[in-house]
Nanobody, 125 residues
Framework: QVQLVESGGGLVQAGGSLRLSCAAS????????MGWFRQTPGKEREFVAA????????YYADSVKGRFIISRENAKNTGYLQMNSLKPEDTAVYYC??????????????????WGQGTQVTVSS
């Protein structure tokens, strides 16, 4: 079992940056692919980015491509989401999650088994 804790959310102006962290415990982080998702009230959880267990494959949603960067430090059991050029439409609760599909990380939430509690990101215009 993996416990995940996100941090780094907050309030930022449009055009600004934030770096989210996802700290893992309870199991070897490098045994899993990692994904970031986000959700706003009344909407389904939306894929943001995913990274394979050794960062071999990385995927981004079209809406964040070129602005967000996903990364991981397995030695620190931590994953990251660097968010640049933030827009008001990026406002959401952001969640990290892990998947057993270590080589080709999935882009659908149903394929992720363990989830963090989420961190709020609010981008003001």
């Amino acid at each position: 079992q993996v416990q995940l804790v996100e941090s780094g959310g907050g309030l930022v102006q449009a055009g600004g940056s934030l770096r989210l962290s996802c700290a893992a415990s309870g199991s070897t982080f490098s045994n899993y692919a990692m994904g970031w998702f986000r959700q706003t009230p009344g909407k389904e959880r939306e894929f943001v980015a995913a990274i394979a267990w050794r960062a071999g494959r990385i995927y981004y949603a079209d809406s964040v491509k070129g602005r967000f960067i996903i990364s991981r430090e397995n030695a620190k059991n931590t994953g990251y989401l660097q968010m640049n050029s933030l827009k008001p439409e990026d406002t959401a609760v952001y969640y990290c999650a892990t998947s057993d599909r270590i080589l080709d990380p999935p882009q659908t939430s149903s394929e992720y088994k363990y989830w963090g509690q989420g961190t709020q990101v609010t981008v003001s215009s």
